[in-house]
């Protein structure tokens, strides 16, 4: 079993940046690591995703602007967020796998994953 807690959450102007963290009460090093989001009223999609704690994966949409890193002594996720948009704002949640998954960001579905955190709120204004 695998508990993830994300932090980091918070309102955030057009064009800023917010650093989200979520730490792992295992070493998941070797893990499928990934951060979903959910906004209001859309389905949960994956923005990121790292395998191994090197191959890496983004979404389209976040492509450029988000960073996924692993800090394996500290066993945490971060997913780093420049230049945000009012279209990020969302619930972001962190997830984990023992299987990595190779494909691409857009076709990751809430299925791969077998361990979640609960959530943290990204609003952003415009």
């Known amino acids: 079993q695998v508990s993830l807690v994300e932090s980091g959450g918070g309102s955030v102007q057009s064009g800023g940046s917010l650093t989200l963290s979520c730490a792992a009460s295992t070493n998941t090093a070797s893990y499928f690591m990934g951060w979903f989001r959910q906004a209001p009223g859309k389905e949960r999609e994956a923005v990121a995703t790292?395998?191994?704690?090197?191959?890496?994966s983004y979404a389209d949409s976040v492509k450029g602007r988000f960073t996924i890193s692993h800090d394996k002594a500290k066993n945490t996720l971060s997913l780093q967020m420049n230049r945000l948009k009012p279209e990020d704002t969302a619930i972001y949640y962190c997830a984990a796998d023992q299987n990595c998954k190779f494909m691409i960001t857009e076709r990751i579905i809430q299925g791969d994953f077998r361990y979640w955190g609960q959530g943290t709120q990204v609003t952003v204004s415009s």
């Open positions: 790292m395998c191994r704690s090197t191959s890496t």
